[in-house]
Nanobody, 119 residues
């Protein structure tokens, strides 16, 4: 069993900042690429940012220069620092991680954390 637990969401005014965290726990051998996705009401879940095991990152254009993804491999944790937040960043944010168990590589998701930006 592998579990992802997000934290750090909340309500913030436009222009403010939040830091999301996601901890991976359970029985696994390696954590591969980790990422953050978000889903606004009535919309599909979209990729926000990813980070590989070696620290290479990618971002969707709308968050470049405002969001920073990072990871602490010793703590099995991925972070998303969100600055200069906008109303359109409001969504449920989900952590995703590709994890190798004894059998194979699989993708796992957290339960989501709500981020609400008031304008």
């Amino acid at each position: 069993q592998v579990h992802l637990v997000e934290s750090g969401g909340g309500l913030v005014q436009a222009g403010g900042s939040l830091r999301l965290s996601c901890v991976v726990s359970g029985s696994f051998t390696i954590i591969g690429t980790m990422g953050w996705y978000r889903q606004a009401p009535g919309k599909q879940r979209d990729l926000v940012a990813t980070i590989t095991m070696l620290g290479s990152t990618t971002y969707v254009d709308s968050v470049k220069g405002r969001f920073t993804i990072s990871r602490d491999n010793a703590k099995n944790t991925v972070y998303l620092q969100m600055n200069s937040l906008k109303a359109e960043d409001t969504a449920v944010y989900y952590c995703n991680s590709r994890v190798r168990t004894a059998a194979s590589w699989s993708d796992y998701w957290g339960q989501g954390t709500q981020v609400t930006v008031s304008s």
